[in-house]
């Protein structure tokens, strides 16, 4: 069974930063291909970043590539989200997610994914 637990969730000014991460507990003899997806109230889930077993490979959505960047501590069994020159439209909850690194599917869809945080709140103020 696997288990995630966001936490560094929080109220920010736009422009502000804010690292989220992401515990995740697992089968020890399994690998797992992690993401980060948001939803904001009235809209759909939608990915915001994904990172190979390794940490070798990264993904990022077009609204966040080049101010947001997701990593990887595979010693910690620890995910992380660092998101700079946040926007009033990166409102909303955000979770973590995983699924096991054969499973496949594009990184951007949330029905490719099995497992998932309960999320974390990022608040961004204009």
């Known amino acids: 069974q696997v288990q995630l637990v966001e936490s560094g969730g929080g109220s920010v000014q736009a422009g502000g930063s804010l690292r989220l991460s992401c515990a995740f507990y697992?089968?020890?003899?399994?690998?797992?291909?992690m993401g980060w997806f948001r939803q904001a109230p009235g809209k759909e889930r939608e990915g915001v970043a994904a990172?190979?077993?390794?940490?070798?490979?990264?993904y990022y959505a077009d609204s966040v590539n080049g101010r947001f960047t997701i990593s990887r501590d595979n010693t910690k069994n620890t995910l992380y989200l660092q998101m700079n020159t946040l926007k009033p439209e990166g409102t909303a909850m955000y979770y973590c997610?995983?699924?096991?690194?054969?499973?496949?599917?594009?990184?951007?869809?949330?029905?490719?994914?099995?497992?998932w945080g309960p999320g974390t709140q990022v608040t961004v103020s204009s």
């Open positions: 997610t995983a699924r096991l690194y054969h499973a496949g599917g594009s990184w951007y869809l949330a029905d490719t994914y099995k497992y």
């Open positions: 697992g089968n020890p003899d399994s690998s797992y291909y």
């Open positions: 990172i190979d077993t390794l940490g070798r490979s990264t």
